[in-house]
């Protein structure tokens, strides 16, 4: 299979990528940063080993991919949110500096609180979550709860037993891509923390039974400018992404537009 064209749609717009140079995916042409990532992960050194430039480098590599994962963060959202959509935070009394532990609290939680809803152990809660380091360096997180019926507080907080709970609801934002952005935009400081320590972790966490974003792949000499009228465009820029032809790595320009969707 080889594309020209990358399309994304969520429920509130659309994506487009048009690459210069087409991508042969059985030639495994196209370079995909997190497999980049991956495989230097099993070879590399540690960052105290590497030169000033060589920790430069490596830095901005994860910077990328935690941002990468703040774009997949909000299509998810704009995939799932509806008007039952709470905005859960949880916090600890004791300073849990370890994020193992910490992930082992949570997600004891999640099951207690799926059980308490459904009354089953099988998971049907639907929620992305987003750790997030406090001042005194403490794990806390927030969770984005979809399709979410109403649960007393002081339940939540025997459910919880580890501290505070705080919670909201965003039926205010009538527009999934407003919620989307504004999620993200709470959540991204949690995503982008703590770079080197987040390393092989997850930007964040979601459950399995969650609408994921359509995507498709196409060749084509269509002109994607002449379908498109101008008010509809949210944002567009171009960039250079890489791609391997005939054994070297080599620049491939990528026109970017988003497009809002006209639900009427």
């Given at each position: 299979?080889?594309?020209?064209?990358?399309?994304?749609?969520?429920?509130?717009?659309?994506?487009?990528?048009?690459?210069?140079?087409?991508?042969?995916?059985?030639?495994?042409?196209?370079?995909?940063?997190?497999?980049?990532?991956?495989?230097?992960?099993?070879?590399?050194?540690?960052?105290?080993?590497?030169?000033?430039?060589?920790?430069?480098?490596?830095?901005?590599?994860?910077?990328?991919?935690?941002?990468?994962?703040?774009?997949?963060?909000?299509?998810?959202?704009?995939?799932?949110?509806?008007?039952?959509?709470?905005?859960?935070?949880?916090?600890?009394?004791?300073?849990?500096?370890?994020?193992?532990?910490?992930?082992?609290?949570?997600?004891?939680?999640?099951?207690?609180?799926?059980?308490?809803?459904?009354?089953?152990?099988?998971?049907?809660?639907?929620?992305?979550?987003?750790?997030?380091?406090?001042?005194?360096?403490?794990w806390h997180v927030h969770i984005l709860l979809f399709n979410f019926p109403f649960v007393p507080h002081s339940s939540l907080l025997k459910l919880w037993?580890?501290?505070?709970?705080?919670?909201?609801?965003?039926?205010?934002?009538?527009?999934?891509?407003?919620?989307?952005?504004?999620?993200?935009?709470?959540?991204?400081?949690?995503?982008?923390?703590?770079?080197?320590?987040?390393?092989?972790?997850?930007?964040?966490?979601?459950?399995?039974?969650?609408?994921?974003?359509?995507?498709?792949?196409?060749?084509?000499?269509?002109?994607?400018?002449?379908?498109?009228?101008?008010?509809?465009?949210?944002?567009?820029?171009?960039?250079?992404?890489?791609?391997?032809?005939?054994?070297?790595?080599?620049?491939?320009?990528?026109?970017?537009?988003?497009?809002?969707?006209?639900?009427?």
């Amino acid at each position: 299979m080889s594309y020209n064209r990358k399309i994304i749609r969520t429920s509130s717009y659309i994506e487009i990528w048009e690459y210069q140079s087409p991508i042969f995916s059985s030639d495994n042409t196209e370079v995909d940063t997190n497999q980049i990532i991956l495989k230097e992960k099993q070879k590399r050194r540690k960052f105290d080993e590497l030169t000033p430039d060589e920790q430069d480098e490596r830095l901005k590599r994860i910077s990328k991919n935690r941002k990468n994962s703040k774009w997949k963060l909000q299509r998810l959202i704009d995939c799932n949110y509806d008007n039952k959509t709470s905005f859960l935070t949880l916090t600890t009394k004791a300073n849990i500096k370890d994020r193992t532990e910490f992930n082992i609290m949570f997600d004891k939680f999640i099951k207690k609180l799926n059980y308490y809803i459904y009354h089953s152990k099988k998971r049907q809660l639907k929620y992305i979550a987003v750790l997030e380091r406090q001042k005194r360096g403490a794990w806390h997180v927030h969770i984005l709860l979809f399709n979410f019926p109403f649960v007393p507080h002081s339940s939540l907080l025997k459910l919880w037993g580890h501290g505070a709970v705080r919670i909201n609801k965003l039926d205010s934002l009538d527009d999934s891509s407003n919620a989307g952005r504004y999620v993200a935009k709470y959540m991204e400081k949690g995503i982008g923390q703590e770079l080197l320590e987040s390393l092989g972790k997850k930007a964040f966490y979601s459950s399995r039974n969650l609408n994921k974003p359509e995507e498709l792949k196409l060749l084509t000499n269509e002109n994607v400018a002449d379908l498109i009228k101008d008010e509809m465009i949210l944002y567009e820029t171009s960039y250079k992404s890489k791609i391997f032809k005939d054994g070297r790595l080599l620049d491939n320009e990528v026109q970017y537009r988003k497009i809002k969707i006209d639900k009427e």
